[in-house]
């Protein structure tokens, strides 16, 4: 090698490393980016995952078994209790999930109002526990989109997720069952935030409703959902495009492992001298007087993930 090509060479490397260390600081800046990207999403996908993953396992036990019978029968009740005990287990480790209140809600027929997160993952844990401590199915009303996503028609129908006409409500509490709503809905959980504002419109049948069937109302709100998950900042074209197409365009991220307690309050009892927009005005004010009453507002993430070793908490 000449001295000549020997220069040439050691300036090459000169530069490459000069190069490098010029931009040293952006390539570190775009690796951090993606992985905390990829972090606030992985959580929510997996929570996706382990969704449609139950939904085969229900295929799979309906084919094995040649079960045939009504997916709210009895007869399901095994499969039920294996995918209330998984969901019960993640609960457990992952939020360190606690139930208050059971007491209140009523033996018979009844309408569950909650407060909807950005993802109602804690409504999940919800219906789990309470099937595995009261052998009890409550009956969801679900946003028409949930209808559309593949796949899920077999787990929609065990758990007993159903669009929610009036029809099909009035005849589910005929039949002794619970009903969840949340009036909130998807809208709820794509623009509320951390003040935990309802977004309930002028929604008012599910009021209609509980005074038709001559049931009670009972409220219902879990403590630091939204520090669990949370939706990006309101912008006024996802709104719009929200408004337009009745369609969650916008992700949910987080997924940290904050405490979650989900706190049922007293019920509403039917009063036939009730009406009713007063009916809805009550339920808003209980659901409310919950969240004034559990939740830091404006919720704190760090407070959130300090209250999974605080094993003192108020119970209604």
């Known amino acids: 090698m000449t001295y000549l090509s020997y220069f040439a060479y050691m300036l090459e490397e000169w530069i490459a490393v000069e190069c490098l260390k010029k931009y040293f600081f952006h ?9 905390a990207i990829l972090v606030f999403f ?20 309906q084919r094995n ?11 399901w009740d095994s499969a039920r209790k294996t995918v209330a005990s998984f969901w019960d287990i993640y609960a457990r480790i992952w939020h360190g999930y606690e139930l208050h209140g059971v007491e209140n809600l009523p033996e018979g027929p009844g309408i569950v109002v909650y407060y909807h997160g950005a993802i109602p993952i804690d409504y999940l844990y919800f219906l789990s526990r309470l099937f595995l401590w009261k052998k009890r199915l409550c009956l969801s009303v679900a946003d028409h989109f949930v209808f559309r996503l593949p796949g ?16 099909e409500c009035l005849s ?13 809905g998807v809208r709820e959980a794509l623009f509320s935030d951390e003040s935990y504002q309802l977004m309930w419109g002028n929604r008012k ?11 009670p109302i009972i409220p219902m709100y879990t403590q630091n ?9 309101e912008r006024r074209f996802f709104r719009q495009l929200y408004e337009s197409t009745r369609l969650p365009f916008t992700p949910p991220y987080g997924g940290l492992p904050v405490k979650f307690r989900t706190y049922i309050g007293e019920p509403i009892p039917y009063d036939p001298n009730t009406t009713t927009d007063e009916l809805v005005e009550k339920t808003k004010t209980a659901v409310q007087a919950l969240i004034k009453k559990h939740q830091t507002i404006p919720g704190s993430i760090w407070k959130a993930l300090l209250d999974r070793f605080d094993k003192h908490c108020k119970t209604d």
Do not use: C, W
Not at 155 to 166: N, Q, Y
Not at 172 to 184: F, M, Q, R, Y
Not at 225 to 233: A, L, N, P, S, T
């Open 42 to 61: 992985i959580v929510p996908l997996t929570i996706l995952f382990f969704i449609y993953l139950t939904n085969l396992l229900l295929i799979i036990y």
């Open 172 to 184: 589910a509490l005929k039949n002794g069952h619970l009903v969840s709503i949340s009036p909130g």
């Open 205 to 215: 049948g599910f009021a209609q409703v509980a005074l038709d069937a001559k049931v």
């Open 65 to 75: 078994g040649e079960v045939k019978a009504d997916p709210l029968s009895d007869v």
């Open 152 to 167: 899920l028609k077999l787990l929609l129908e065990v758990t007993g997720v159903m669009p929610g006409t009036r029809e």
């Open 27 to 35: 390539i570190v800046i775009v690796s951090v980016t993606i992985s």
């Open 225 to 233: 959902v939204r520090e669990g998950y949370r939706m990006f900042k």
